[in-house]
């Protein structure tokens, strides 16, 4: 009877070993549990190195923290709420504008759905520039996929001041596929500062 070769296990990580051998000297007179302890409390940092957008659940604790010790609240992504929908619509009427086609650069969807309610009658377009959108998140408008990934810069430059990012990649795609009539095309923000 031949028994199964058993694939040989890899050695646990010690995650206490990875760091500074500045902390590691501080604190060996303290321990080994010392050590993890430092890794626990940088572990946070690291994750938001390493993974980037997955920092929401890196900071759960701190969000907890920070909620209780002064009432903040986290914002939902592209402030998905129904106050900040109502006051781009009355933005967006306050312009005075009837126009045929709305355009404009969508991350979240919520803009769309603000202009949707503003300019119902409006043959409405949105550019897909990050997240995949689906219909509803867009009040039924028409996506147009932004076919370079959101990192790269638009190949257009807008004659206004505009993300490179985001809201040119918008122009860029409207200035080639608009339709007769009167166009919107709604800007978010110009370039980020450091």
Request: glycine fraction near 6%.
């Amino acid at each position: 009877m031949q028994v199964p070769l058993r694939a040989a296990r890899k050695p646990r990580s010690r995650p206490w070993r990875r760091i500074s051998a500045s902390a590691r000297r501080s604190s060996s007179r303290r321990g080994r549990s010392s050590i993890q302890e430092h890794w626990k409390r940088q572990s946070s940092v690291r994750r938001w190195c390493r993974f980037g957008p997955a920092i929401s659940r890196s900071f759960r604790p701190a969000r907890k923290t920070m909620r209780k010790a002064n009432g903040a609240r986290l914002v939902p992504f592209g402030v998905d709420l129904p106050e900040a929908i109502t006051r781009l619509a009355e933005a967006a009427l306050a312009t005075g504008l009837d126009p045929d086609e709305v355009w404009c650069a969508a991350g979240s969807g919520v803009l769309a759905r603000a202009l949707a309610k503003a300019w119902p009658r409006a043959r409405r377009h949105v550019v897909q520039v990050g997240r995949e959108l689906q219909p509803q998140d867009v009040a039924g408008a028409t996506i147009h996929i932004y076919p370079r990934p959101f990192s790269d810069v638009a190949r257009a430059i807008a004659p206004f001041p505009s993300d490179p990012h985001y809201d040119a990649k918008a122009w860029e795609t409207m200035t080639a596929r608009r339709g007769p009539g009167r166009v919107v095309f709604w800007n978010v923000a110009g370039p980020a500062r450091p």
